[in-house]
């Protein structure tokens, strides 16, 4: 079933009678303007650089080139919403194109000039998709900063490092805070490379091999903000892979900021009672006047977990031939809405991270009450008396054994027990010092130890803090660069499309 096609159609020619169905309109058509908000701005600057240059190219009469900005310009001031949308004329490209058919008349066929349709979206889309980017990177930036305060502030603050939620060894607060600010680093680092790819010009390419109307691709870039342009212009048409590594990064940003999220929501029970983190980032629950939910860590858990399917999604759509449309059709609302989550859910990680606080006194009675020392005292033993390791660990392993099942605690596992050990497995005592095995059991004794590259000894705490720390005032000098380059280019373009919007009087 075919309905009549709309005043003014635009696809009605020799080879297509009639207007799209129905069906087609509901479930294509529909589709594609749903991006509208994102990519009509985007349009705007895209249809007022090829204006420019067909003008500059004397492709174009200054006359109708200054009344097609005029125009453009008024349209690019208006919001998506404010325009009459019929879906049956397909995109937002041909949608604009008939508002301004209204406008300006037959000067708006110059938009098609050496350009399809496609080249517009396909700009439109980078210039949307950069700032969302860069709002990713900066939530990201937000993240670490927190992330790396805390770490700072609690540097030397003991507490357990956990192996499958077990009290393992003895670490210190900071140095499990500043295991998430390298990843969120990492993260910085692969986006920065996604906005090299994102960032690079798709204009003056034509169909797929420029045309006869041949504008300066360089010059396009450059009025549109770009740092550079796509080399090869079927490439800059048809290419995809790009666009599945920024949604796959930005899954993994978030999947960080879960893996965090994951960590504080166990810390902050009742049974661990470590850390707790600000009562806005908490919901109180319906029933039960003593909860305190932590919301905000349930939102990124399920924010990252949403963004993974996102991911593969986006990855699955691309597996077209090579020259067709449809991938890319899906990926603009795909890609842009789920680098835009990722960045509210690392601004929310951020938010919290800033928070956060933590119990010094709890975190180190956990340490202490437990056996996380055992393998510093395997260690120990090792050293002191030349056995290999693994007798030690049987040694340390048999007394912790012994004690647990009598309901000791780490207060008994003295050098008398261990010499009482040894002799069952290897039937001699070890006759060590007291005060060796006080030392080894001592968890300010075992950080001092750990002064290997990354470790949580203050040295190399040290460093790791200062590392980081340049590596995310780096981070922040980039993103601020590529924010400001881009509103100048914006606001430079917008200011010479109003200086030749004036027609030339002769």
Same mark, same amino acid.
């Given at each position: 079933?075919?309905?009549?096609?709309?005043?003014?159609?635009?696809?009605?020619?020799?080879?297509?009678?009639? #207007?799209? &169905?129905?069906?087609?309109?509901?479930? @294509?058509?529909?589709?594609?303007?749903?991006?509208?908000?994102?990519?009509?701005?985007?349009?705007?600057?895209?249809?007022?650089?090829?204006?420019?240059?067909?003008?500059?190219?004397?492709?174009?009469?200054?006359?109708?080139?200054? +009344?097609?900005?005029?125009?453009?310009?008024?349209?690019?001031?208006?919001?998506?919403?404010?325009? *009459?949308?019929?879906?049956?004329?397909?995109?937002?490209?041909?949608?604009? *194109?008939?508002?301004?058919?209204?406008?300006? #008349?037959?000067?708006?066929?110059?938009?098609?000039?050496?350009?399809?349709?496609?080249?517009?979206?396909?700009?439109?889309?980078?210039?949307?998709?950069?700032?969302? %980017?860069? /709002?990713?990177?900066?939530? $990201?930036?937000?993240?670490?900063?927190?992330?790396?305060?805390?770490?700072?502030?609690?540097?030397?603050?003991?507490?357990?490092?956990?192996?499958?939620?077990?009290?393992?060894?003895? !670490?210190? +607060?900071?140095?499990? +805070?500043?295991?998430?600010?390298?990843?969120?680093?990492? /993260?910085?680092?692969?986006?920065?490379? =996604?906005?090299?790819?994102?960032?690079?010009?798709?204009?003056?390419?034509?169909?797929?091999?420029?045309?006869?109307?041949?504008?300066?691709?360089?010059?396009?870039?450059?009025?549109?903000?770009?740092?550079?342009?796509?080399?090869?212009?079927?490439?800059?048409?048809?290419?995809? =892979?790009?666009?599945?590594?920024?949604?796959?990064? $930005?899954?993994?940003?978030?999947?960080?900021?879960?893996?965090?999220?994951?960590?504080?929501?166990?810390?902050?029970?009742?049974?661990?009672?470590?850390?707790?983190?600000? =009562?806005?980032?908490?919901?109180?629950?319906?029933?039960?006047?003593?909860?305190?939910?932590?919301?905000?860590?349930?939102?990124?858990?399920?924010?990252? &977990?949403?963004?993974?399917?996102?991911?593969? #999604?986006?990855?699955?759509?691309?597996?077209?031939?090579?020259?067709?449309?449809?991938?890319?059709?899906?990926?603009?609302?795909?890609?842009?809405?789920?680098?835009?989550?990722?960045?509210?859910?690392?601004? %929310?990680?951020?938010?919290? +991270?800033?928070?956060?606080?933590?119990?010094?006194?709890?975190?180190?009675?956990?340490?202490?009450?437990?056996?996380?020392?055992?393998? /510093?005292?395997? /260690?120990?033993? !090792?050293?002191?008396?030349?056995?290999?390791?693994?007798?030690?660990?049987?040694?340390? @392993?048999?007394?912790?054994?012994?004690?647990? =099942?009598?309901?000791?605690?780490?207060?008994?596992? !003295?050098?008398?027990?261990?010499?009482?050990?040894?002799?069952?497995?290897?039937?001699?005592?070890?006759?060590?010092?007291?005060?060796?095995?006080?030392?080894?059991?001592?968890?300010?004794?075992?950080?001092? !130890?750990?002064?290997?590259?990354? #470790?949580?000894?203050?040295?190399?705490?040290?460093?790791?803090?200062?590392?980081?720390?340049?590596?995310?005032?780096?981070?922040?000098?980039?993103?601020?660069?590529?924010?400001?380059?881009?509103?100048?280019?914006?606001?430079? %373009? %917008?200011?010479?499309?109003?200086?030749?919007?004036?027609?030339?009087?002769?």
């Amino acid at each position: 079933m075919s309905e009549a096609p709309p005043p003014g159609y635009l696809g009605a020619d020799a080879r297509i009678r009639t #207007g799209p &169905s129905l069906e087609m309109v509901r479930a @294509g058509y529909e589709l594609e303007l749903a991006d509208a908000d994102i990519l009509h701005h985007g349009l705007g600057l895209a249809d007022i650089a090829h204006v420019i240059a067909l003008a500059e190219h004397a492709v174009i009469d200054r006359d109708e080139a200054a +009344a097609l900005l005029s125009a453009l310009l008024e349209l690019d001031r208006m919001a998506p919403s404010e325009l *009459e949308i019929d879906s049956r004329y397909g995109d937002l490209v041909n949608v604009r *194109e008939h508002w301004l058919l209204d406008r300006v #008349g037959p000067a708006a066929g110059w938009l098609s000039a050496g350009r399809p349709r496609r080249e517009a979206g396909r700009i439109a889309f980078r210039l949307a998709l950069r700032e969302q %980017l860069l /709002d990713l990177a900066e939530g $990201a930036l937000r993240f670490g900063f927190a992330l790396h305060a805390f770490a700072d502030r609690e540097r030397a603050t003991l507490m357990p490092d956990y192996t499958y939620v077990v009290a393992a060894q003895p !670490t210190t +607060a900071g140095h499990w +805070a500043l295991s998430f600010v390298a990843p969120t680093i990492r /993260d910085l680092q692969r986006l920065r490379a =996604d906005l090299a790819f994102v960032d690079a010009s798709p204009a003056g390419t034509g169909g797929v091999n420029g045309s006869r109307l041949s504008v300066d691709r360089a010059r396009l870039a450059a009025l549109l903000g770009f740092a550079g342009q796509i080399a090869n212009t079927r490439d800059a048409m048809w290419q995809t =892979d790009g666009f599945a590594d920024l949604t796959s990064h $930005a899954a993994i940003a978030a999947v960080g900021a879960s893996r965090f999220a994951e960590d504080v929501e166990l810390y902050c029970t009742s049974e661990f009672g470590l850390l707790r983190i600000g =009562d806005e980032h908490c919901r109180a629950s319906a029933l039960m006047p003593h909860k305190r939910n932590p919301y905000s860590l349930v939102v990124l858990r399920g924010g990252a &977990s949403t963004l993974i399917g996102r991911s593969t #999604g986006v990855l699955a759509s691309q597996r077209t031939l090579s020259g067709q449309t449809d991938n890319l059709l899906h990926a603009y609302g795909e890609v842009t809405r789920s680098v835009s989550h990722a960045a509210r859910l690392l601004e %929310l990680a951020g938010a919290v +991270a800033e928070t956060l606080e933590l119990d010094a006194g709890a975190a180190e009675q956990a340490l202490r009450s437990g056996f996380t020392q055992a393998t /510093d005292l395997a /260690d120990m033993i !090792t050293r002191e008396t030349d056995l290999d390791y693994r007798s030690a660990y049987r040694i340390v @392993g048999n007394a912790v054994a012994y004690i647990t =099942d009598r309901g000791g605690g780490p207060e008994r596992l !003295t050098a008398r027990q261990l010499d009482a050990c040894a002799r069952l497995v290897v039937g001699h005592p070890l006759e060590l010092d007291p005060a060796v095995v006080a030392e080894a059991l001592d968890p300010v004794s075992a950080i001092a !130890t750990r002064i290997v590259d990354g #470790g949580a000894a203050p040295a190399p705490m040290a460093r790791m803090l200062a590392d980081d720390l340049a590596a995310l005032e780096h981070a922040s000098e980039w993103i601020t660069a590529a924010r400001m380059r881009i509103i100048a280019a914006r606001n430079a %373009l %917008l200011g010479l499309a109003e200086e030749r919007s004036q027609p030339i009087h002769k």
